[in-house]
């Protein structure tokens, strides 16, 4: 790879400093998502999905703001906070979003985001759960949106598990309900089976790795492989990927900001970091399985599945023989409920990979009626 990243990495905060873009304002208006976590690479490859919902056409084209590495002139829901430690010898920092409620409850949600997401596409449940009691904490990890982006880590869910119990240490937070999206769903067991007396309750939103696709034969690409086929992320990509995985086969307005938030990264200065990162960490995924472990999970565990999910990483680079194989969320869900000593699965039947947008309504009932339950049955 033909690129020097600490020359990059001035280059990027130096041109961050003077890029002034508007804002793109993310409100709780309705539960988008971009980015998200499983099958990322196949963003650029997806097929455009043969139905289009009716109730706005679909966007096209590839233009919109641009923004820095750690997407600076994105705007987030609630205050950005930056935790600053030290890991593999490098100083990071991590941001989050710590949202007290008006009336605590006494217990703390902490929300983990998917591959192709950040912690302000939990916008809404943000807003939900606040005004039901919760405090909320909704990082993001290393390695994505405004958190630090390093040139040299050894990602693991692991390290990203350790990294998020340091942060969650120092916020004084002890006992709290894990809540994980797409991949965030892999850390999350991943933090489940780390520290088990600190995780009250786990709840899993879509989580990707509830197979092995490596063990199905999905084939390996080198980080090098990643890397260019991340450098190539459009916008248009983007879109047609989240429209056929995310919102089965929908789009809406409201789903946009989300496409703009990950496809402004690669306008802007930090391109290459941005895919570096982005390269090593699809690495982590495909390389690292959660599955076999699920039968350890001795905490209560909600699992909330859109049913029209088809989401496998490197699906696209499959043949149409492990593509057939891979992906089915009906079986997924319930294959893992029978797996979790103490699972409850809810289904979506027409929902997909991102539920909590496509559906704010439907997700957020079944997420705070899980959680109520727990309350009730400590």
């Not at 906070?81 to 100083?91: K, R």
Request: charged residues 15%; contains cysteine.
């Amino acid at each position: 790879m033909s690129m020097t990243f600490h020359r990059l990495s001035l280059l990027a905060a130096l041109s961050a400093a003077t890029f002034c873009v508007a804002p793109v304002a993310v409100r709780a208006a309705s539960d988008a998502s971009p980015n998200n976590a499983s099958t990322a690479p196949s963003v650029m490859s997806q097929p455009a999905p043969a139905s289009v919902a009716s109730e706005s056409a679909q966007p096209v084209g590839n233009d919109g703001p641009a923004y820095g590495p750690e997407l600076e002139g994105f705007d987030y829901p609630a205050p950005v906070e930056q935790y600053a430690f030290t890991s593999q010898g490098v100083a990071l920092h991590m941001a989050y979003m710590d949202v007290k409620p008006a009336h605590a409850n006494g217990r703390t949600a902490v929300l983990l985001h998917g591959k192709n997401f950040c912690a302000a596409t939990w916008a809404t449940t943000i807003h939900r759960l606040s005004d039901a009691g919760y405090r909320v904490i909704a990082p993001d990890q290393i390695g994505f949106c405004k958190s630090s982006k390093p040139e040299h880590y050894q990602y693991s869910f692991q390290q990203l598990a350790r990294n998020t119990h340091a942060l969650l240490e120092s916020l004084g937070v002890k006992d709290a309900t894990i809540i994980g999206h797409s991949t965030g769903g892999m850390l999350a067991v991943r933090y489940a089976l780390m520290y088990p007396q600190e995780t009250q309750q786990l709840v899993l939103a879509n989580p990707i790795g509830l197979e092995d696709w490596k063990a199905k034969g999905v084939p390996s690409l080198s980080v090098d492989q990643w890397y260019q086929r991340e450098l190539k992320t459009t916008a248009d990509g983007i879109r047609r990927y989240e429209q056929s995985t995310y919102y089965a086969g929908q789009w809406r307005a409201d789903y946009e900001p989300w496409v703009q938030m990950l496809a402004g990264m690669y306008r802007g200065p930090g391109k290459q970091i941005v895919a570096w990162n982005s390269a090593l960490l699809y690495d982590m995924i495909y390389t690292q399985p959660v599955v076999y472990e699920l039968g350890q999970l001795q905490m209560p565990t909600l699992l909330l599945i859109g049913q029209k999910d088809t989401t496998a990483i490197g699906k696209d680079a499959a043949s149409p023989e492990v593509r057939a194989k891979i992906g089915h969320y009906p079986e997924l869900g319930k294959a893992a409920a029978k797996a979790i000593p103490h699972a409850t699965l809810v289904e979506f039947a027409d929902l997909g990979h991102a539920p909590q947008m496509q559906d704010p309504q439907a997700f957020h009932k079944a997420l705070l009626d899980g959680m109520a339950a727990l309350k009730v049955n400590r």
